[in-house]
Antibody, heavy 113, light 108 residues
C-alpha cells in the first residue's frame, strides 16, 4: 500500500519561501507522476503542479513564477518550494500521486508574521 | 484553462435517497479525463471515479460516473450515512488541471 507523508514548517513569514517534503513509502516515485494540491481553509482544491518521469514538471500558471517541484529518487521524496508567500498562500497542502489514488493527510501552512 | 462548474452547491437528501451531482466544463474535457473525489471534514480527498466512469479501487458500486465532452454526472444510487460529504470533480486532460468548486451533500 502506497503511503504519503507531508512534512515541513507550519508557519512561514510573509515574503519568505514555503518548503515542504513528501515522503513516499510502499512504492517507488520513479517513472510516475507526483502532485501537490492545496486547499485554503474552508475553500476548494487548487492544483499546484506535478513532477514526472525524469524530473519534468508542469505547474499551474497562476503559481508558475513562484513554484518549484523537485524530487530525490534515492530518498523516495519529492518537494515543493513556493517563494514570496503572502497570507493568500495559507492553506492545507497535500501531496498525492499524479492521478489521485493516494494522498498524504495534508499539512496546514500558515503565512503570518 | 478549463473551468468546472458543479451544481447544485448543496444537496439536502435523506439516507436511502438517490443523489445526482453535475459537473459542467467550459470546454471539452480531453479523453474524458474527469475524476470525482469525496472529502470529509479534516480528511484528504478520496478518489471515487476516474476517466469519467471507472470506479477506483475499493469504491462501492452505489457510486457511478457518466458523461463526456462538457457534461459529467456522479450518481450515488442509495445514500449511506457515510456518504454525506463534499464532492469535487477534477479534469486532468488539459493543463492546468482544475477542480470544480464542490457540491456538499448534507443530511435533510
Amino acid at each position: 500500500q502506497v503511503q504519503l507523508q507531508e512534512s515541513g514548517p507550519g508557519l512561514v513569514k510573509p515574503s519568505e519561501t514555503l518548503s515542504l517534503t513528501c515522503t513516499v513509502s510502499g512504492g517507488s516515485i520513479s517513472n510516475y507522476y507526483w502532485s501537490w494540491i492545496r486547499q485554503p481553509p474552508g475553500k476548494g482544491l487548487e492544483w499546484i503542479g506535478y513532477i514526472y518521469y525524469s524530473g519534468s514538471t508542469n505547474y499551474n500558471p497562476s503559481l508558475k513564477s513562484r513554484v518549484t517541484i523537485s524530487e530525490d529518487t534515492s530518498k523516495n521524496q519529492f518537494f515543493l518550494k513556493l517563494r514570496s508567500v503572502t497570507a493568500a498562500d495559507t492553506a492545507v497542502y497535500y501531496c498525492a500521486d499524479g492521478f489521485g489514488n493516494y494522498w498524504g493527510q495534508g499539512t496546514l501552512v500558515t503565512v503570518s508574521s | 484553462e478549463i473551468v468546472l462548474t458543479q451544481s447544485p452547491g448543496t444537496l439536502s437528501l435523506s439516507p436511502g435517497e438517490r443523489a445526482t451531482l453535475s459537473c459542467r466544463a467550459s470546454q471539452s474535457v480531453s479523453s474524458s479525463y474527469l475524476a470525482w473525489y469525496q472529502q470529509k471534514p479534516g480528511q484528504a480527498p478520496r478518489l471515487l471515479i476516474y476517466a469519467a466512469s471507472s470506479r477506483a479501487i475499493g469504491i462501492p458500486d452505489r457510486f457511478s460516473g457518466s458523461g463526456s465532452g462538457t457534461d459529467f454526472t456522479l450518481t450515488i444510487s442509495r445514500l449511506e450515512p457515510e456518504d454525506f460529504a463534499v464532492y469535487y470533480c477534477q479534469q486532468y486532460g488539459s493543463s492546468p488541471w482544475t477542480f470544480g468548486q464542490g457540491t456538499k451533500v448534507e443530511i435533510k
